[in-house]
């Protein structure tokens, strides 16, 4: 499994498998993740092999990703952590709040066991890829009625209203009061229970105990208001997170549902993208959005590709250039060939690599995690204290003192806090991916703040990565011509752009390649082959120089042409240098503007490249680039790249090809350059720019900023809240209501400012 092909072969084979809940690949690795509910994996083993690939199982588990609509907050997460962790067969579990999703590592007998277990707990979980789920997607959504609420606080209004005016006996108030309880309680008070029944102290069981400690203590009135405070504060509060739950989900609306494609008798019928397989031919009229992603084969137009690179300007598209799903045809008629199946889009890939960026846990969501499992049961050990302590040690009145410990119960919950920090990050990341930054993890968006030099590749990344061939120079008296086809055939081997330059100029005056018998490639140095029996290379100075074929007249010329910005390569036979090539590539103006934005920043800049010393130091001027490094194998970036770490740097490394992978690596952040439809650069960059603006990098440390400035924020507004209510619950002041406000109102709060992200 090498290449999307097989990659498309192997999806349409398993997803007719039954029991197949979802397929996660990973073509770097030739790894193929199987989530499934199947006894065994021998029928994936045989319908792998059917198609002529060998399958071996790394593990003998199954992965099930379970939705759980009643799964908001880390009060359900721990309740449903503690009941699966001691289940047999269960190897890991990975929660996802903001989608409300569970990603369970299990043994084939273990999944039951483990949705019943939740069920145990009062959930409704549905394994993705189900019958049951496909019946919710197709469904309505079920809606929640109103009414009960609303008469909830007509109730729990006139019991208050009714008890400070005394227009009737102690007893008509408690049942007005009770009526306003039941009617919006008892949600609250179930779930309260089954939390107490598996010893945990959330949010529902402090509720459901203050209420209760106030009924008892015949604060009707008030325990009806705080218990419809309570639901309509967790209403708001659902409501707001589902606005950071759909934030990323909203782009795959982006994706028509039906797109118009040939038949096998030449006509064309709209039918569901779901259905359209891979080499199918489609066609787009101006104004539609296009729904699978290809290549265009006829026709030519303007495209919006926004939703996919953030580009503000449509782009021109014509026969051989690639278009994405969810981009808008904007001008011109176009026919594709689809080269990606509906599930395996850019736009399907980025919203899976943000959707498994969000279960990921930042370092300040770990940290809110663990001060949360210290917190609740300390605070809850002190309102206990609070309640028995004064009235026993002190002839304090009991009534006052366990009123004071029931409020505060009713701030004791960190939702607040813990709450916070997820919908900030999510918000985050779906602000970044709207403009076409895809950011990997949470950890990436925060470290993104502290970065202080940024190491920059240069050709496509500086450059727009397209050289051409300026000059041609023969160092021998031998035929031009095929000097040149030598040069040429080599060259066309290759893949790096400057190769590239010259196999193009030699087609374009008629040149005809060569057969290369024993091509090699030799990174940061050039390329190496026999033709007609004699040995070849074409390559840099470095390579040159390692041949021991330089000579000062050779170095003369080089260094002239390269003060010119020029890339110089060189043929040689086993005896000496024939002739060279230059060949130059112009700057892009965004990376001038993307340079001192990031200076403006505080970000220091080098730039490192396998090209030559002269260019690099030529390149670096024209953009404003700190430092330029020339000649530099793979190796040599790696140890660049240590090297400012260990000058105690927080390093990014900025890179669009192979010989950037080992420093794209080892930088605290890797940036992979124009990653649209290039599955090897979304699967392994921690930050994907899926176009290639650099003017993307500065926007994004500004983002990351501006996310840990809001996490600071909501980490000080929700414990500082807490602790003035803390005092002011000591003095006697608070009242059952206004912990309501304190505790539900600091977590709309948090929640809202996480949002402001989305406006960024």
Same mark, same amino acid.
């Given at each position: 499994?090498?290449?999307?092909?097989?990659?498309?072969?192997?999806?349409?084979?398993?997803?007719?498998?039954?029991?197949?809940?979802?397929?996660?690949?990973?073509?770097?690795?030739?790894?193929?993740?199987?989530?499934?509910?199947?006894?065994?994996?021998?029928?994936?083993?045989?319908?792998?092999?059917?198609?002529?690939?060998? %399958?071996?199982?790394?593990?003998?588990?199954?992965?099930?990703?379970?939705?759980?609509?009643?799964?908001?907050?880390?009060?359900?997460?721990?309740?449903?952590?503690?009941?699966?962790?001691?289940?047999?067969?269960?190897?890991?579990?990975?929660?996802?709040?903001?989608?409300?999703?569970?990603?369970?590592?299990?043994?084939?007998?273990?999944?039951?066991?483990?949705?019943?277990?939740?069920?145990?707990?009062?959930?409704?979980?549905?394994?993705?890829?189900?019958?049951?789920?496909?019946?919710?997607?197709?469904?309505?959504?079920?809606?929640?009625?109103?009414?009960?609420?609303?008469?909830?606080?007509?109730?729990?209004?006139?019991?208050?209203?009714?008890?400070?005016?005394?227009?009737?006996?102690?007893?008509?108030?408690?049942?007005?009061?009770?009526?306003?309880?039941?009617?919006?309680?008892?949600?609250?008070?179930?779930?309260?229970?089954?939390?107490?029944?598996?010893?945990?102290?959330?949010?529902?069981?402090?509720?459901?105990?203050?209420?209760?400690?106030?009924?008892?203590?015949?604060?009707?009135?008030?325990?009806?208001?705080?218990?419809?405070?309570?639901?309509?504060?967790?209403?708001?509060?659902?409501?707001?997170?589902?606005?950071?739950?759909?934030?990323?989900?909203?782009?795959?609306?982006?994706?028509?549902?039906?797109?118009?494609?040939?038949?096998?008798?030449?006509?064309?019928?709209?039918?569901?993208?779901?259905?359209?397989?891979?080499?199918?031919?489609?066609?787009?009229?101006?104004?539609?959005?296009?729904?699978?992603?290809?290549?265009?084969?006829?026709?030519?137009?303007?495209?919006?590709?926004?939703?996919?690179?953030?580009?503000?300007?449509?782009?021109?598209?014509?026969?051989?250039?690639?278009?994405?799903?969810?981009?808008?045809?904007?001008?011109? +008629?176009?026919?594709?060939?689809?080269?990606?199946?509906?599930?395996?889009?850019?736009?399907?890939?980025?919203?899976?690599?943000?959707?498994?960026?969000?279960?990921?846990?930042?370092?300040?969501?770990?940290?809110?995690?663990?001060?949360?499992?210290?917190?609740?049961?300390?605070?809850?050990?002190?309102?206990?204290?609070?309640?028995?302590?004064?009235?026993?040690?002190?002839?304090?009145?009991?009534?006052?003192?366990?009123?004071?410990?029931?409020?505060?119960?009713?701030?004791?919950?960190?939702?607040?806090?813990?709450?916070?920090?997820?919908?900030?990050?999510? +918000?985050?990341?779906?602000?970044?991916?709207?403009?076409?930054?895809?950011?990997?993890?949470?950890?990436?968006?925060?470290?993104?703040?502290?970065?202080?030099?940024?190491?920059?590749?240069?050709?496509?990344?500086?450059?727009?990565?397209?050289?051409?061939?300026?000059?041609?120079?023969?160092?021998?008296?031998?035929?031009?011509?095929?000097?040149?086809?030598? %040069?040429? +055939?080599?060259?066309?081997?290759?893949?790096?752009?400057?190769?590239?330059?010259?196999?193009?100029?030699?087609?374009?005056?008629?040149?005809?390649?060569?057969?290369?018998?024993?091509?090699?490639?030799?990174?940061?140095?050039?390329?190496?082959?026999?033709?007609?029996?004699?040995?070849?290379?074409?390559?840099?100075?470095?390579?040159?120089?390692?041949?021991?074929?330089?000579?000062?007249?050779?170095?003369?010329?080089?260094?002239?042409?390269?003060?010119?910005?020029?890339?110089?390569?060189?043929?040689?036979?086993?005896?000496?240098?024939?002739?060279?090539?230059?060949?130059?590539?112009?700057?892009?103006? +965004?990376?001038?503007?993307?340079?001192?934005?990031?200076?403006?920043?505080?970000?220091?800049?080098?730039?490192?490249?396998?090209?030559?010393?002269?260019?690099?130091?030529?390149?670096?001027?024209?953009?404003?680039?700190?430092?330029?490094?020339?000649?530099?194998?793979?190796?040599?970036?790696?140890?660049?790249?240590?090297?400012?770490?260990?000058?105690?740097?927080?390093?990014?490394?900025?890179?669009?090809?192979?010989?950037?992978?080992?420093?794209?690596?080892?930088?605290?952040?890797?940036? %992979?350059?124009?990653?649209?439809?290039?599955?090897?650069?979304?699967?392994?960059?921690?930050?994907?720019?899926?176009?290639?603006?650099?003017?993307?990098?500065?926007?994004?440390?500004?983002?990351?900023?501006?996310?840990?400035?809001?996490?600071?924020?909501?980490?000080?507004?929700?414990?500082?809240?807490?602790?003035?209510?803390?005092?002011?619950?000591?003095?006697?002041?608070?009242?059952?209501?206004?912990?309501?406000?304190?505790?539900?109102?600091?977590?709309?709060?948090?929640?809202?400012?996480?949002?402001?992200?989305?406006?960024?």
């Amino acid at each position: 499994m090498d290449c999307p092909t097989e990659q498309t072969l192997i999806q349409d084979k398993l997803s007719k498998l039954a029991g197949i809940d979802k397929l996660d690949f990973n073509l770097i690795n030739r790894i193929l993740g199987v989530w499934h509910s199947l006894p065994s994996t021998a029928p994936i083993e045989a319908a792998i092999s059917s198609l002529g690939m060998q %399958a071996e199982p790394l593990s003998a588990e199954g992965q099930a990703r379970i939705k759980i609509e009643q799964m908001d907050c880390p009060t359900e997460e721990k309740l449903i952590r503690d009941k699966l962790t001691s289940l047999p067969g269960i190897s890991a579990l990975e929660f996802n709040l903001v989608q409300r999703v569970l990603t369970l590592s299990h043994t084939a007998e273990a999944l039951p066991a483990a949705l019943a277990a939740i069920r145990e707990l009062g959930f409704t979980p549905v394994v993705e890829g189900s019958a049951t789920a496909r019946e919710e997607e197709q469904g309505t959504p079920h809606k929640k009625a109103w009414w009960p609420l609303a008469l909830s606080g007509v109730a729990a209004l006139s019991a208050e209203v009714i008890h400070f005016a005394e227009l009737a006996p102690d007893w008509a108030v408690a049942g007005v009061a009770l009526l306003a309880i039941l009617l919006c309680g008892l949600t609250t008070y179930k779930k309260g229970w089954i939390a107490l029944k598996n010893r945990n102290l959330n949010i529902n069981a402090l509720m459901s105990i203050a209420v209760t400690g106030a009924v008892l203590i015949g604060q009707w009135p008030e325990a009806a208001m705080v218990m419809f405070l309570f639901s309509v504060a967790e209403l708001i509060e659902a409501k707001s997170l589902d606005r950071a739950r759909n934030a990323i989900r909203g782009l795959m609306d982006l994706t028509p549902e039906r797109a118009t494609v040939q038949q096998v008798d030449g006509t064309w019928l709209e039918v569901d993208v779901k259905t359209i397989a891979v080499g199918a031919l489609v066609r787009v009229r101006p104004g539609e959005r296009i729904g699978l992603d290809g290549e265009v084969t006829a026709g030519n137009s303007t495209i919006n590709q926004a939703p996919i690179t953030g580009e503000s300007l449509p782009v021109e598209k014509t026969i051989g250039d690639p278009v994405f799903a969810g981009t808008i045809n904007e001008a011109g +008629s176009l026919e594709y060939r689809v080269l990606a199946a509906a599930a395996n889009t850019t736009l399907a890939r980025i919203i899976h690599a943000v959707e498994e960026a969000q279960g990921s846990r930042a370092p300040t969501q770990r940290f809110v995690d663990q001060f949360a499992k210290v917190y609740t049961p300390v605070v809850f050990l002190f309102a206990l204290a609070i309640a028995i302590v004064p009235p026993l040690f002190m002839a304090e009145p009991w009534y006052d003192w366990i009123y004071r410990a029931l409020v505060l119960l009713v701030v004791a919950c960190p939702c607040a806090l813990v709450i916070s920090t997820p919908v900030t990050i999510v +918000s985050g990341l779906a602000a970044a991916a709207r403009k076409g930054i895809l950011i990997k993890g949470g950890v990436y968006l925060e470290t993104g703040g502290k970065l202080g030099f940024l190491a920059l590749d240069k050709t496509g990344t500086i450059t727009h990565g397209k050289p051409v061939q300026t000059d041609y120079m023969p160092l021998v008296e031998q035929d031009s011509e095929l000097c040149r086809t030598h %040069a040429a +055939s080599l060259a066309s081997r290759s893949d790096h752009p400057v190769s590239q330059a010259i196999a193009k100029h030699a087609t374009e005056n008629g040149l005809m390649f060569a057969t290369v018998e024993g091509f090699e490639a030799l990174p940061g140095r050039g390329v190496r082959g026999t033709i007609e029996g004699m040995d070849f290379h074409l390559g840099n100075h470095r390579l040159v120089e390692e041949l021991g074929l330089c000579s000062p007249e050779l170095e003369t010329t080089l260094e002239r042409l390269e003060r010119q910005g020029k890339t110089v390569v060189v043929l040689c036979n086993p005896q000496r240098a024939i002739a060279l090539f230059a060949v130059a590539d112009t700057v892009k103006d +965004s990376s001038r503007q993307a340079i001192e934005e990031l200076h403006a920043l505080g970000v220091k800049t080098t730039m490192l490249t396998g090209d030559n010393p002269h260019t690099a130091e030529a390149i670096a001027q024209q953009v404003g680039i700190d430092e330029a490094r020339g000649n530099l194998l793979p190796v040599d970036k790696l140890q660049a790249v240590e090297a400012l770490q260990a000058r105690g740097y927080v390093v990014g490394m900025v890179g669009d090809g192979i010989n950037d992978a080992p420093a794209l690596a080892k930088s605290e952040i890797g940036f %992979a350059m124009a990653a649209a439809g290039t599955d090897t650069a979304i699967e392994t960059a921690d930050v994907a720019l899926m176009d290639d603006d650099l003017r993307k990098i500065p926007a994004f440390i500004r983002l990351s900023q501006q996310t840990a400035v809001i996490l600071k924020q909501n980490i000080v507004l929700a414990l500082g809240i807490k602790a003035l209510f803390l005092a002011i619950t000591l003095t006697g002041q608070a009242t059952m209501w206004m912990a309501v406000f304190a505790d539900m109102g600091v977590s709309l709060l948090v929640v809202f400012n996480g949002l402001r992200l989305l406006k960024k």
